[in-house]
């Protein structure tokens, strides 16, 4: 069987490392040029570092990763409202995370398993093959590959989604603003804590490290939201910079200076908070969609690269029991679909942030006992909640 994916991110090349396992020898084509370890840290969640365990990465993860014992809300004053253990769970960067990945892949499939530079761009299938068409963009030459199954794992802009779902729009964007980056630090609260400041109603942060101390430093990282207007695209980082530091002027948290966090970040990103609606199929024929491209949700609960790991153990064990691949991925979709759109829904409904708006109301400035602020069942509520997006 001929497996072809469509992207080399985190969900991409775990489907390739689990269908190596169950027995394939899948390849993907990778629309850039290179891979470099880009972008900011993520939470895996205990179900995804198990799979990650499973396929003998368990212990480079966690030479990597940063093990999380807890995550604790606090309000905008830093009194604490809530604290949960978190056992199994890693926080890593993400870029670090695909570069073990890739070299996994590399081992186990050979060099030539990933081809870069690879724009699929359109696809035509029969009862049982597809035919993938796009563009080498080092030469500009087009390329034709047909295979027995694609796997769209192309991330929130896919174009085979955009191909099987044509006319749906760009990401839908919730009214939220979103500022990312990496700050060297001394180690803040433990070396082991999600902290969680806020409430997006009016301002959140989010702030953990992802690596341990070295010349008793540690790389937090950090997500600030806000809502308010979308800001304008192509803004420099010194008026990012402002906009930033404008949103959380007069926070005071104990022990974290939020001005020298912000400014200590070499590049803060700035992006709306998007998601898609869930689709009713993922794909058709020979064709079906994996991790962002298949289901894109709000950043709550530690679930993007999660699910995707979660969708490529569940591609790779439906093919390997189907008697063909389109059976395979129908079966496939018909574990994951269900699964993957609930947890969207759920985050879309983002309910930890209706009882942190609670706080925020009844003690604008502070309180010293949650217990005065929140009743038992509404301080209930929060573990139920992450319970629903996380569990």
């Not at 390849?27 to 198990?50: D, F, K, Q, Y």
Request: hydrophobic share 45%; charged share 20%.
């Amino acid at each position: 069987m001929r497996i072809l994916i469509a992207g080399a991110g985190i969900g991409g090349l775990t489907a390739a490392l689990h269908l190596h396992a169950a027995g394939f020898t899948p390849e993907l084509a990778e629309a850039s040029t290179t891979c470099r370890p880009l972008g900011v840290g993520i939470n895996l969640l205990p179900a995804a570092v198990a799979e990650l365990s499973r396929l003998g990465l368990g212990a480079d993860l966690a030479a990597l990763g940063v093990p999380v014992a807890q995550m604790a809300h606090y309000d905008r004053h830093g009194n604490l409202i809530w604290r949960q253990p978190r056992p199994g769970q890693y926080a890593i960067h993400r870029g670090e995370l695909q570069m073990l990945l890739l070299h996994a892949v590399r081992d186990r499939l050979g060099a030539d398993a990933i081809r870069f530079g690879m724009l699929v761009e359109d696809f035509r299938y029969g009862e049982q093959k597809v035919r993938i068409t796009g563009r080498d963009r080092r030469s500009g030459q087009a390329v034709t590959v047909d295979a027995d199954a694609l796997i769209g794992a192309d991330g929130l802009r896919s174009a085979v989604r955009r191909r099987l779902h044509p006319g749906e729009g760009e990401p839908l964007a919730c009214g939220i603003t979103m500022w990312r980056g990496i700050s060297p630090a001394p180690p803040y609260l433990n070396e082991h804590t999600v902290a969680v400041y806020g409430c997006n109603a009016h301002a959140k942060l989010v702030v953990y490290p992802i690596t341990r101390p070295g010349d008793g430093l540690v790389h937090l990282n950090w997500v600030a939201e806000a809502r308010g207007p979308a800001p304008a695209p192509g803004r420099t980082q010194r008026d990012i910079r402002a906009g930033l530091d404008a949103r959380f002027a007069g926070w005071s948290l104990p022990g974290l200076d939020l001005a020298a966090l912000f400014a200590a970040a070499p590049e803060v990103l700035e992006l709306p908070m998007t998601d898609r609606d869930p689709l009713p199929t993922w794909g058709t024929g020979p064709v079906t969609l994996l991790g962002d491209a298949a289901h894109p949700m709000y950043p709550i609960g530690s679930n993007g690269a999660s699910q995707a790991i979660l969708d490529a153990r569940a591609l790779a064990d439906a093919l390997s029991r189907a008697p063909d691949p389109v059976r395979g991925l129908r079966s496939y979709e018909a574990t994951r679909r269900p699964q993957a759109n609930a947890v969207a829904a759920a985050c879309r409904a983002m309910p930890a942030d209706d009882v942190l708006a609670l706080v925020a109301a009844r003690a604008p400035g502070g309180f010293g006992d949650i217990g005065q602020v929140l009743s038992p069942r509404e301080l209930t509520t929060l573990t139920t909640a992450y319970h629903h997006t996380t569990g």
